[in-house]
């Protein structure tokens, strides 16, 4: 069973950044699709970034385009999201997830991934 932790999330003002981790137990890590999603109270769950096993497919949600970067080292088993220019709206539960290559299209999809972390908050101050 993959575990996933995340970590670096926390309060911020508008304007500010945060890094946020996601260490994964699979030995296998880079075989894994990583994806960032996140929740905001009240709202479904969102996707907001992925990045293929080997980094050559990246892809973001239009309303994060330009202000995160996913990344990943494969050989510390670790997935990262540096958020930048962070916006109130920017506030939720943030998730990562992993799933076993299937499309480029079943990365920006919730249904398709097969193992969660427990979340992480990230609140953004006005």
């Known amino acids: 069973q993959t575990q996933l932790v995340e970590s670096g999330g926390g309060l911020v003002q508008d304007g500010g950044s945060l890094r946020l981790s996601c260490a994964a137990s699979e030995r296998t890590f880079s075989n894994y699709v990583m994806g960032w999603f996140r929740q905001a109270p009240g709202k479904e769950r969102e996707f907001v970034a992925a990045?293929?096993?080997?980094?050559?497919?990246?892809y973001y949600a239009d309303s994060v385009k330009g202000r995160f970067a996913i990344s990943r080292d494969n050989p510390k088993n670790t997935v990262y999201l540096q958020m930048n220019s962070l916006k109130p709206e920017d506030t939720a539960v943030y998730y990562c997830a992993a799933q076993l290559w299937r499309t480029a299209q079943a990365m920006a999809l919730d249904r398709w991934y097969d193992y969660w972390g427990q979340g992480t908050q990230v609140t953004v101050s006005s």
């Open positions: 990045i293929s096993g080997s980094s050559i497919r990246i």
